[in-house]
Every structure is written in structure tokens, then in C-alpha cells.
T-cell receptor, first 116, second 113 residues
């Protein structure tokens, strides 16, 4: 079945450690995205990638880093510089759209990161 | 930048109809999406509007007025399983190419007996 996988579902880390969240898709989508969701808030864009080997900062990129070496994979590293890393992290993918095509974003199941 | 507003919470009765409004201010508009998100789960796509008017899909309909920066999601024959957060998201075209979604904070809908 085609879809997006994120692992693990729950992740616990000590403050000061870097942690990498995985995101893999087999939908053959060019574009991939990372969002963060905090309780009672909407999704905020961290980083996005429209094509392999290229990515751009979203609205809240500070303290995060990404890579896009393969079309299928878009891992997110939460560094120790991120001041409030505890959150629900969602990865998404879509076909890139510059016209009026629907090309909705499909979301993975998410990773809940807790840093203490 | 983009600004998207939607009510924080709504309550409705099973079997009834509920309308969730969304207003937005943006440049480079390229479509408006509605997603449903149950607690602790990923958002799932509900509807998409890029032209003015109403899009109907089963119990769910979505309306868009681009001149007013306004959309609503209409849910009919409410069921208990419709209790969830409903996210309004606007897609914009970026200057350097590509696009991105900006999400509202979501409307938490509670369906009661």
C-alpha cells in the first residue's frame, strides 16, 4: 500500500541531545513537508522540499535541520538549539502544484517527541 | 504573510447540521483545503476549493468566496464520529516557485447526543 511512514510514534530524549525523526513515502511525490503541532494550535511549517537535493526553511526553522538525498526520504533533526522541542511532529508529501490542481498533502501518522 | 481565522470550538447535536467558518487574508492564493484531525492522529483531507462556489461530497460540503476571503465547511447528518478538529488551510504560490500550506488553528467540534 502507498503511504507515508514516520517512526517512532513516541520518542523521548534528554535536553541537550539531537534527535532525528524519520519520514518515508512511497507515493512517488516530489514535495515533502515537516510540520509541528502544539496543543490547541494549528500546524506550523518547519521545512519543505519541492525536489530532491533542495529544501527551504518554513515559518519556524530555527533549531531544526533536514536533508533530502532521496525522493522517498525527508528526515528531520531536532537540535539542542531548539528551545521548546516537545511537540507532535507531522510529515507530509504531495505532488507540487503551481496551477489549480488539487494535489492535496498526505500526512504520516506523526511522531510525538518529549524532551525532558 | 497569511492570516487564517476560524472558531476555536463548536458544539452540535447528533443528526444536525453544523457550519464551520474560515476567513483568510493572503497573497498568491492557490486553493483552500479542509482537513479533519482526530486527537493524536494525522489530518485527513476532506475538501478543496480553488474557484468560488460550493463543492459537495456526501455529508460534507465546502464553500469559497475568494473576493471575501471566506470559506465554510458544512457537515450534515452529524454523527458522533464527526467529533474532531477541522483545519482550514490556504495554499499560496511562492515567489521562487513551489507552494506551501498555511493552517488555521483548527475548530474543535464536539457532537453530542
Amino acid at each position: 500500500d502507498g503511504g507515508i511512514t514516520q517512526s517512532p510514534k513516541y520518542l523521548f530524549r534528554k535536553e541537550g541531545q539531537n534527535v532525528t525523526l524519520s519520514c518515508e513515502q512511497n507515493l512517488n511525490h516530489d514535495a515533502m513537508y515537516w510540520y509541528r503541532q502544539d496543543p490547541g494550535q494549528g500546524l506550523r511549517l518547519i521545512y519543505y522540499s519541492q525536489i530532491v537535493n533542495d529544501f527551504q526553511k518554513g515559518d519556524i526553522a530555527e533549531g531544526y535541520s533536514v536533508s533530502r538525498e532521496k525522493k522517498e526520504s525527508f528526515p528531520l533533526t531536532v537540535t539542542s538549539a531548539q528551545k521548546n522541542p516537545t511537540a507532535f511532529y507531522l510529515c507530509a508529501s504531495s505532488m507540487p502544484s503551481t496551477g489549480g490542481f488539487r494535489y492535496e498533502q498526505y500526512f504520516g501518522p506523526g511522531t510525538r517527541l518529549t524532551v525532558t | 504573510g497569511q492570516n487564517i481565522d476560524q472558531p476555536t470550538e463548536m458544539t452540535a447535536t447528533e443528526g444536525a447540521i453544523v457550519q464551520i467558518n474560515c476567513t483568510y487574508q493572503t497573497s498568491g492564493f492557490n486553493g483552500l483545503f479542509w482537513y479533519q484531525q482526530h486527537a493524536g492522529e494525522a489530518p485527513t483531507f476532506l475538501s478543496y476549493n480553488v474557484l468560488d462556489g460550493l463543492e459537495e461530497k456526501g455529508r460534507f460540503s465546502s464553500f469559497l468566496s475568494r473576493s471575501k476571503g471566506y470559506s465554510y465547511l458544512l457537515l450534515k447528518e452529524l454523527q458522533m464520529k464527526d467529533s474532531a478538529s477541522y483545519l482550514c488551510a490556504v495554499r499560496v504560490i511562492l515567489t521562487g516557485g513551489g507552494n506551501k500550506l498555511t493552517f488555521g488553528t483548527g475548530t474543535q467540534l464536539k457532537v453530542e447526543l
